[in-house]
C-alpha cells in the first residue's frame, strides 16, 4: 500500500528531525561488522531524503555523529569518516540537480581536514537551492551546542553590548547551531531506543516523538511516511487547552 495518498499535505511538519540508530545491531544480525550497517544505513539516507523532499517537507535534520561517537574505537571512527566523506563526494551531485541545499552543525572543526572540505564544497555548492534544506549533525551534542551558547551570551553581557535582563528565549536561540532553522515539529528515532541521546534538547521541548523498531539500514519512504501519518492524526497543543475545552473559572 502507497502510505503517499494519506498523507495531507496541508499538514505537514515543517521541520523532521531524524535520529538514525541501529546500524551496528543490523549489521550484527547479519554476521558482519558493525561498518557494514553504516555503508547500507546511507541507501536509508537517500531514501528519506527523497521521501521529505517528494511531499514537501521544508527542512530535515539528520544526527549522524555524535561527540560521544569520538570515544568508538579508532578504526570504526576512520571508517566512518572515510565513508562521510565517500557519500558526500557521491550524493552531493544529485542533491544539487533536485534542489536540496545541504548545511552542517556541529563541532565542525574537530572533523578530518578532507572530511570538513569537502562538506564545505558540497554547501558551497547547494546553497542556492530551495527545494529541501538538510542538516547534517557532526560532532554534535545538545549540551556542548547550549554551552557554546551560554558562552556567546555571555561574552556579549561582559563587553556590555547586552544587559542581563534582555536575555530570552529569542536570544538563546539566535545564538544557537539551528539558528537558521524553525525548531523541528517531529523528530524520529530508529531502532526502537526511547530515548533522545543528547541531540537538540533545546529545539524539541514541544517536538513531537515518534520512535520505530526498525532500524536504520531497514528505514525506507514508507516508514518515513508512517511517521509523518502518526505525527498528523496528533493534536499539538504547546501546552495549551484544546479549543473545543470551555476555560471559566467553574472549571477549577
Known sequence: MDLKQHINTDKLPAHVALIMDGNGRWAKQRGKERIFGHENGVEAVRDTVKAAADIGVQYLTLFAFSTENWCRPHLEVETL????????????????????????????????????EKLEEAIKLTANNTKLVVTVALSYSARWEIVNAAKKIAEKVASKTIHPDQIDEEMVHSVMETASLPDPDL?????????????????????????????????????????????????????????????TKNNF
Open 187 to 247: 523528530l524520529i528515532r530508529t531502532s526502537g531506543e526511547l530515548r533522545l541521546s543528547n541531540f537538540l534538547l533545546w529545539q524539541v521541548a514541544y517536538t513531537e516523538l515518534y520512535f520505530t523498531p526498525v532500524y536504520w539500514p531497514d528505514f525506507r519512504r514508507q516508514h518515513f511516511f508512517q511517521a509523518i501519518i502518526d505525527y498528523q492524526r496528533r493534536e499539538r497543543r504547546f501546552g495549551k487547552l484544546d479549543n473545543k475545552v470551555a476555560v
Open 81 to 116: 569518516m572515510d565513508l562521510l566523506i565517500q557519500a558526500i563526494g557521491n550524493e552531493t551531485p544529485e542533491l544539487h540537480k533536485n534542489g536540496v541545499r545541504l548545511q552542517a552543525i556541529g563541532d565542525l572543526e574537530s572533523l578530518p581536514e578532507l572530511c570538513r
